[in-house]
């Protein structure tokens, strides 16, 4: 049984964890000749303060989720 694990920035809705959910098993059952009934999938979110890029915070580079980046 597949198990997969996304970790990514908090600020996403219900329904595109739901797509992700989704799309992540269909890829998954296909690639692994699985069915998707047997694929697993798990997402972790962590805040822009919890996030690294380049060596500064997710909120530094690209600001909080659902707003514009500093500087744009």
């Known amino acids: ?3 997969v ?5 908090r ?6 964890k739901r ?3 989704a799309s992540v098993s269909a ?5 692994t000749d699985t069915p998707v009934e047997r694929v697993r999938v798990a997402i972790y ?4 303060e919890e996030w690294g890029i380049g060596g500064q915070p997710y909120s530094v580079v ?3 989720p659902g ?3 500093p500087g744009t």
């Open 11 to 16: 600020g996403r809705t219900v329904e595109q």
């Open 19 to 21: 797509a992700l959910i």
């Open 67 to 69: 707003r514009p980046a």
């Open 5 to 9: 694990q996304v970790t990514m920035v």
């Open 45 to 48: 979110e962590v805040g822009p």
């Open 27 to 31: 890829a998954v059952a296909s690639s």
């Open 62 to 64: 690209r600001g909080e």
């Open 1 to 3: 049984m597949p198990f």
